[in-house]
């Protein structure tokens, strides 16, 4: 008879915080190049909105010709696209800058990617009709709470330049791999950004707003801004384009290993053009060699999965590498860029592991 313990351990998400959710995926454990809804990621900054779909219709308004209130219906008859998009939040990977900051700390699970299906927000801002001068659109989520900085009550609400907004693969979303929307993800109605760090994509869609300034929310103005130093706020930049990244998921970092041949594997991104190069070294950077990358991203923008064959017939401790290069010239750096909120982090990845 089989073992009724045999292969029963299962992947789970990894608790960061309770209230609200915050949780990461097992990334080192996710074969599948796509993420199931039960493995995805979680961050909320605030407790689950609660909405009833019953009477559920979406505002279009502001700097328009024509406000509108949409139901889901209506979206779901317009033309719709279906892109494959990875996920990251701006802090995964928080954890590992030096010196510590606060917030979240993340390890390197704060990612998860699938396929969205939705409408263009440009189909959508069309029928509407935007007026002369209008600047941003301005998307507002259900879920609201405290910040403890403000002393206030507020909603989770960003907003993106009309060029961002215009293009054609930002969409409202309303099913992630063929279902509709899981709650905790956005359902019923999600904006997707892609090749945007994952704040801009709005869980939860409440309202559309078609502004003819600069938007100043906590979310865009405090917070998802790069300060560069510790004590003062010069030089801040906006959170948006994901930096060009990797992570090693095969070996486990500390793993004792045999002799012999192992497979060195993982997945890198980016939010520019295309991953053109994974670089592996198991020298701690001393020499380097490209890995097998397998599915490349013409086309949409999930991650590349990388292999590499590893033959070792020393013992001792090694220390492997992951670097990626992207189209755009970019390659991930030796030291990452520290700033004060922790967003970001992309520097070489990097797993220990003995042989004996
Ligand atoms: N309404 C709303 N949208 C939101 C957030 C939120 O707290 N509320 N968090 C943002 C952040 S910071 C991230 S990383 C992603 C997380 O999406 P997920 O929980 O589906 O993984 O949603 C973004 N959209
Ligand atoms: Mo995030």
């Not at 993420?35 to 909105?49: E, I, Q, V």
């Not at 001068?133 to 507020?154: C, I, N, W």
């Not at 019923?188 to 100043?216: C, G, H, N």
Request: with cysteine.
């Amino acid at each position: 008879m089989q073992n009724p313990y045999y292969n029963e351990a299962k992947a789970s998400l990894i608790i960061r915080k309770l209230q609200p959710e915050n949780k990461e995926a097992p990334i080192q454990f996710m074969e599948a190049p796509i993420t199931d809804h039960k493995l995805f990621y979680r961050r909320n900054h605030f407790s689950y909105p609660r909405l009833a779909q019953a009477n559920y219709w979406l505002p279009v308004n502001g700097h328009v010709r024509t406000p509108k209130l949409f139901s889901i219906d209506e979206l779901r008859k317009l033309p719709s696209r279906t892109i494959k998009v990875t996920m990251e939040c701006a802090g995964n990977k928080r954890r590992f800058f030096e010196p510590k900051v606060f917030g979240e700390q993340w390890e390197k699970g704060a990612i998860s990617q699938g396929y969205w299906k939705g409408v263009s927000l440009h189909t959508v801002l069309q029928q509407a009709g935007l007026k002369q001068g209008a600047k941003e659109v301005v998307f507002e989520g259900y879920d609201y709470g405290v910040r403890t900085d403000l002393d206030a009550v507020v909603s989770f609400v960003r907003s993106l330049p009309l060029k961002k907004a215009l293009h054609p693969d930002t969409i409202i979303a309303y099913e992630y791999n063929n279902q509709p929307i899981p709650f905790r993800h956005g359902f019923p109605l999600r904006l997707i950004v892609p090749q945007w760090y994952a704040m801009a994509s709005v869980k939860w869609l409440k309202q559309i707003t078609i502004i003819d300034q600069e938007f100043s929310g906590p979310f865009q103005t405090i917070d998802y801004m790069y300060y560069p130093n510790k004590e003062t706020n010069d030089n801040a930049q906006p959170v948006t384009i994901l930096n060009v990244n990797s992570i090693i998921q095969k070996p486990l970092h500390m793993e004792i290993l045999n002799t012999g041949i192992h497979p060195i594997k993982g997945i890198a991104w980016t939010g520019k053009g295309i991953i053109t190069k994974v670089e592996i070294s198991t020298d701690n950077g001393e020499t380097w060699s490209e890995a097998k990358i397998q599915n490349q991203t013409h086309g949409h923008y999930g991650w590349v999965t990388w292999e590499m064959n590893w033959k070792i017939t020393k013992k001792g401790e090694f220390t492997i590498l992951s670097r990626a290069s992207d189209s755009h010239g970019r390659v991930q750096p030796a030291t990452p860029l520290w700033n004060r909120k922790g967003y970001g982090y992309n520097a070489i990845d990097k797993v220990n592991i003995k042989i004996e």
